[in-house]
């Protein structure tokens, strides 16, 4: 009844979204299954989007569900209505919500007190759907996880990369964060996580070493835009050539977009790799029919 977290989620899980995933990518278009039939979904986000907007109002649509857009800024949960009040009111006229804020407790509360399937669609905690994308971005283009070395060059503990560090403890990949000391994941997270497959360092270029998957995504995530100082930190973090030069002969480069040229990645690298970066963004949309389907069977 819910996806709020890779946390929360299981290797079991992960695999067979996975597959029901790549199975929709392959039939789109040309099957008449439509498991949200008669249903209506509630897409709130108090944040901006591009590509989780559209893929989700695309994936309902296919699927073959009506869906409403709420902007946090136009609902009166932007004036302050309590989100147990808002979860209670859609809870008994839409059929499922997906939700995009700021603290993870705000998604939890919708889901417990609404009762109808609720999907994380980004709070700074996690982005579970954007690691299901990258995950059947590497399958798609290397093969497999397994064996892989997996490294996040960026904020070390912002939502992309706890989202990511679950990931590789369930799936059990090597993965490595890059970040500035202050940016690394705090003691407790790490003691939480305990996965010995995760290693924390400061050292971008030794974090590349013999790397097949390169990973990264902005510095400042929305809600902090303008800590200068803590962009500051991140000079020796652009993913570029000179870094790629470490990495395996057969890396990718992912990005969950939307990127900063210049900032956490070059132009030249991203356009380099933009056939793997852009296929990542339209897994976006596959990934998050499976989770859909998934969640009203
Ligand atoms: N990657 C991602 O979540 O993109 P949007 O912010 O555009 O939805
Ligand atoms: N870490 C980024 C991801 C954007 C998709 C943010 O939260 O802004």
Redesign the pocket.
Known sequence: MKFLSIEESNSQELESLLDLAAEMKSTRGTTSNQPLAGQTWAIIFTKASTRTRVSFEVGIRELGGNVMFLSGNDIQLGRGEPIKDTARVLGRMVHGAVIRTFDQEDVEDFSSYSGIPTINA?TDKE?PC?ILADLLTIQEKLGTWEGKKVVFIGDGN???SRSWMWAAKYLGFEFVVAAPKSCLPPQDFIDHLDAPNVALITDPAAAAKNADVINT??WL??GQEGQDEKEALFGDYQVNDDLLSHCSPNHIVLH?LPAYRGKEISEETLEAHANTIFQQAENRLHVQKAVLATLVE
């Open positions: 980004l982005h954007q912002n939502n992309m995504d902005v995530s929305m969950c």
